[in-house]
Nanobody, 126 residues
Framework: QVQLVESGGGLVQAGGSLRLSCAAS????????MGWFRQAPGKEREFAAA????????YYADSVKGRFTISRDNAKNTVYLQMNSLSSEDTAVYYC???????????????????WGQGTQVTVSS
């Protein structure tokens, strides 16, 4: 059993930045790949970013590539999502998730994730 808790969301102006955090507990954090998904109002949940067990391989959706950076600190059992150059298109509830999948490209699909956090709201004003 793994529990994931997101934090760091809030209201930010267009062009601004936020850093989301996801704290894990219950099992060995370093055994899991981690991902970030987001769900905008009226839309389906979509993939944003993922990182492998060792933290040396990352994968990003085209919509966030170059603006978002995913990282992890296994000693702190925490994964981060640094979000820069935010626009109204980034407004969504952001979820972190844990997976045993070892191939980063496959982490684009929510099918491979076993554990999910409750989500944190990010609102970007125009």
């Amino acid at each position: 059993q793994v529990q994931l808790v997101e934090s760091g969301g809030g209201l930010v102006q267009a062009g601004g930045s936020l850093r989301l955090s996801c704290a894990a507990s219950g099992r060995i954090f370093s055994n899991y790949a981690m991902g970030w998904f987001r769900q905008a109002p009226g839309k389906e949940r979509e993939f944003a970013a993922a990182i492998n067990w060792g933290g040396d391989t990352t994968y990003y959706a085209d919509s966030v590539k170059g603006r978002f950076t995913i990282s992890r600190d296994n000693a702190k059992n925490t994964v981060y999502l640094q979000m820069n150059s935010l626009s109204s298109e980034d407004t969504a509830v952001y979820y972190c998730a844990a997976s045993t999948q070892r191939t980063p490209p496959l982490l684009r699909s929510s099918l491979w994730y076993t554990y999910w956090g409750q989500g944190t709201q990010v609102t970007v004003s125009s």
